[in-house]
T-cell receptor
């Protein structure tokens, strides 16, 4: 069964620190992987998309990496700020072009302590 | 910046009633999706829609569910006879093409009493 796991479920770090969020997936045959941010009671904001042929993507203070062979992706957040507090979701599109759905992890709830 | 919009933001309905959740995808997108998130659980895929037909659906998307693109801008999810377990946040998403990013709306919170 194709699954996505995110550990830990929750993480608290002091403001200014760099941090890494982890995502693992059970099948290395992925099409792409997308990181989202979800604020409480709100929708999903797309942060980064990595295609299966890519190793990493960067946007501002965010850097996402992909290692298909080990079934892992990480989201690195540099110089964390209180506004980064949210739940971060990893979602994988397994298989080939014809597979439309994203399979989501349960997320990591991040709290940045001022 | 273009965004996906959804209405209503919150819908309360009685068990057995029909509900229609509405979405306006980003205007030049061709692929449309519905997902749901039961409180405290993962976001789950329901259905994808392309070229005026369903391209993929999950086991959750049974005969009680249907989708429609009634005009050039709206995309709707209908639940014919709601059950208590249909209570969830329903997200609409759209994408320019299959391989590219999916952009999500703010969600409709459905409460079935």
């Amino acid at each position: 069964k194709q699954e996505v796991t995110q550990i830990p479920a929750a993480l608290s770090v002091p403001e200014g620190e760099n941090l890494v969020l982890n995502c693992s997936f059970t099948d290395s045959a992925i099409y792409n992987l997308q990181w989202f941010r979800q604020d409480p009671g709100k929708g999903l904001t797309s942060l980064l998309l990595i295609q299966s042929s890519q190793r990493e993507q960067t946007s501002g203070r965010l850097n996402a990496s992909l290692d298909k062979s080990s079934g892992r992706s990480t989201l690195y957040i540099a110089a964390s700020q209180p506004g980064d507090s949210a739940t971060y979701l990893c979602a994988v599109k397994f298989g080939n072009f014809g597979n439309e759905k994203l399979t989501f992890g349960t997320g990591t709830r991040l709290t940045i302590i001022p | 910046e273009p965004e996906v919009t959804q209405t209503p933001s919150h819908q309360v309905t009685q068990m057995g009633q029909e509900v229609i959740l509405r979405c306006v995808p980003i205007s030049n997108h061709l692929y449309f999706y519905w997902y749901r998130q039961i409180l405290g659980q993962k976001v789950e895929f329901l259905v994808s829609f392309y070229n005026n037909e369903i391209s993929e659906k999950s086991e959750i998307f049974d005969d009680q569910f249907s989708v429609e693109r009634p005009d050039g801008s709206n995309f709707t999810l209908k639940i014919r006879s709601t059950k208590l377990e249909d209570s969830a946040m329903y997200f609409c998403a759209s994408g320019r093409s299959g391989p590219l990013e999916q952009y999500f709306g703010p969600g409709t919170r459905l409460t079935v009493t």
